[in-house]
């Protein structure tokens, strides 16, 4: 039967067909769809010589939002936190500009990234390597409130709700994640209103969202309307059955949580228009990139030139899950080559070598490749 064209947001009925979880379309080794194209154009990523500034502007921060970004009017926005505490407590922005402030630099990572470099690829948001940024967050600590609330000794959980709401896997709901209690009382947990000094631009959660360093992007909620203490463990959407690493869709999964360890490099040279290939001149360059964990401070990056490992030089931390930078002085001989980084964290953890599949193509951090061609 003849193909024909048509406008519909046909994502849902379509994922619902291929899977039986139901939560994404199944993995394919087809051409790229219409809906990872409508949701890779809707959440960009960071491009990668951006990795050459310490804070990532906002308008190059990568931004990944499940549903519509909602328009929040300030004046009329409140923040409740209940559930077990000794006291219910309703704020306006007015009263959370007045509290404590901290303000903590922070790399955030979707823990989709690397998805579409898998195969078979899980159909989702197709990112590449690039859903990455580094953000200086500003506003109240999460710790300070839940102190003044007063949590409950039987709390095993902080649930955060936005105000976004939307379908996915033919379930409707608010976007919420939990934390538990242990990670939700860190000093350096933020309740942000300011990004880069800044107020929060629409995309990234105005007027309020959580930062929660060294968590995969998803812990971190937008457009923040409510925060509840539970003493059972919360089992939403994007608890339970989304952000899992599972081998097949009946696998019930492990979480995700912290970000794996990974490097970038800021490709060198020039590229190619449509085929993004690099391009530089013979003679001394300086490689340079950016390394991150969630699990650690980053200990080394090793540069990988044609497959020989040489030992990149590490810049001071600018925090403790903040981006650290790299670079290692390269001479380039003319002809083709294969640049590459690899970095390892303070538990011993390293990048692979091989992507690690998953079902729903979580926390790939295998090693960046880039092909270039000197002459
Ligand atoms: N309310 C809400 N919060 C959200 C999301 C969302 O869709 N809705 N997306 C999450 C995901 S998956 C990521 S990776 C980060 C992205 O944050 P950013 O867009 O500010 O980079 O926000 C998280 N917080
Ligand atoms: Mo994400």
Redesign the pocket.
């Known amino acids: 039967m003849k193909q024909t064209y048509t406008n519909q947001q046909s994502a849902g009925p379509a994922a619902a067909a291929e899977s039986p979880a139901a939560h994404t379309a199944g993995p394919t080794t087809g051409p790229i769809t219409r809906e990872e194209l409508q949701l890779g154009a809707r959440?960009h990523s960071m491009p990668l010589e951006a990795l050459r500034r310490d804070v990532t502007p906002p308008g190059l921060?990568?931004?990944?939002?499940?549903?519509d970004i909602p328009d929040i009017d300030e004046s009329s926005w409140h923040l409740r936190i209940s559930g077990a505490v000794n006291m219910a407590i309703e704020l306006t922005m007015a009263a959370l500009r007045r509290d404590p402030v901290i303000t903590v630099p922070v790399t955030?990572?979707?823990?989709?990234n690397g998805r579409s470099l898998l195969d078979p690829r899980p159909v989702s948001?197709p990112w590449l390597l690039e859903?990455v940024?580094t953000?200086h967050w500003t506003g109240v600590p999460l710790a300070y409130l839940l102190g003044k609330a007063g949590v409950h000794p039987h709390a095993v959980e902080v649930v955060f709700?936005?105000?976004?709401e939307g379908v996915q896997g033919g379930v409707p709901h608010?976007?919420?994640?939990s934390l538990p209690i242990h990670e939700a009382l860190r000093p350096d947990v933020v309740l942000a209103y300011a990004?880069n000094g800044s107020e929060l631009p629409p995309?990234?959660?105005f007027p309020l969202?959580?930062v929660v360093p060294g968590w995969?992007?998803?812990?971190?909620?937008?457009?923040?309307q409510s925060i509840e203490v539970v003493t059972t463990p919360f089992k939403g959407f994007?608890q339970e059955v989304a952000?899992r690493y599972q081998e097949s869709a009946d696998d019930a999964g492990t979480p995700v949580s912290r970000i794996r360890v990974r490097s970038l490099m800021v490709p060198p040279g020039i590229p190619d228009f449509l085929t993004r290939n690099r391009m530089l001149k013979p003679g001394p360059v300086l490689l340079q990139g950016r390394a991150w964990s969630g699990g650690g401070a980053v200990t080394s990056v090793e540069v990988g030139i044609d497959g020989a490992w040489l030992p990149a030089q590490l810049d001071k931390p600018a925090g403790g899950y903040a981006w650290r930078k790299w670079t290692l002085p390269w001479v380039a001989d003319p002809g083709g080559h294969v640049l590459s980084c690899r970095a390892t964290d303070a538990t011993g953890a390293t990048q692979p070598l091989e992507q690690n599949w998953n079902y729903q193509g979580m926390g790939n951090n295998v090693v960046q490749r880039i092909s270039v061609t000197v002459g």
């Open positions: 959440n921060h990568y931004v990944l939002t499940h549903f955030l990572e979707c823990a989709g948001q859903g940024g953000a709700t936005g105000v976004d608010r976007y919420a994640r990004m995309q990234h959660g969202r959580l995969y992007g998803m812990a971190s909620v937008k457009w923040l994007q952000y």
